[in-house]
């Protein structure tokens, strides 16, 4: 069955430095998403995508994060000047319409130093 | 604004008996409903969904859900626990647009 693959698995940065999480979603699906969770708390939404331009984002995606699809397959979440807040697993998902469900990788554990 | 309130962060049910976890949600019309199960390390596995139809939902293994609108109640079941039924599960909501609400979720402990 086809998944929506996220790399690396662990990210460790420094805090101030830029990251960008990777994500390939299902190679069918048109519309891609991002999620974090914070240790301890609930999965929270960032930030859909589609048709090469945000459809929705909430309160937390601020000017410090973007995100891209920078070719046919990989869809990016760029947090710029990273903070110890930003520690979270982040989660990107991915459905082949906006009513379908919606598929999740496995994640991305962030760790900022 | 919608919510999804999950009662219990953790539950321990012997193996071969009934597990039921329990979801609210608050939305103002009828949502789409949903059931995450999350294995240790690894992501969010879709257990189940209800749109429209049915409110008896079956999802994958042999767990099912009922969407009780009087109740405003999505809550999961199992008739019989088994070990690998160990994890977090996640309720989740989503009402037309495109973000799924999450509830807390609930750790689901299985004791032999």
């Known amino acids: 069955e086809p998944e929506v693959t996220q790399t690396p698995s662990h990210q460790v940065t420094q805090m101030g430095q830029e990251v960008i999480l990777r994500c390939v979603p299902i190679?069918?699906?048109?519309?891609f998403y991002w999620y974090r969770q914070i240790l301890g708390q609930k999965v929270e939404f960032l930030v859909s995508?589609?048709?090469?331009?945000?459809?929705?984002k909430s309160e937390i995606f601020d000017d410090q994060f973007s995100v891209e699809r920078p070719d046919g397959s990989n869809f990016t979440l760029k947090i710029r000047s990273t903070k110890l807040e930003d520690s979270a697993m982040y989660f990107c998902?991915?459905?082949?319409?906006?009513?379908?469900?919606?598929?999740f990788g496995d994640g991305t554990r962030l760790s900022i130093l | 604004a919608q919510s999804v309130t999950q009662l219990g962060s953790h539950v321990s049910v012997s193996e071969g008996a009934l597990v039921l976890l329990r979801c609210n949600y608050s939305s103002s019309v009828p949502p789409y409903l949903f059931w995450y199960v999350q294995y240790p390390n690894q992501g969010l596995q879709l257990l189940l969904k209800y749109t429209t139809g049915a409110t008896l939902v079956k999802g994958i293994n042999g767990f099912e859900a009922e969407f009780k609108k009087s109740e405003t109640s999505f809550h999961l079941t199992k008739p019989s626990a088994h070990m690998s039924d160990a994890a977090e599960y996640f309720c989740a909501v989503r009402k037309g647009d495109d973000k799924i609400i999450f509830g807390k979720g609930t750790r689901l402990h299985i004791l032999p």
């Open positions: 995508f589609y048709n090469n331009e945000i459809s929705e």
């Open positions: 190679s069918n699906h048109l519309y």
């Open positions: 998902a991915s459905s082949e319409t906006r009513h379908q469900p919606q598929h």
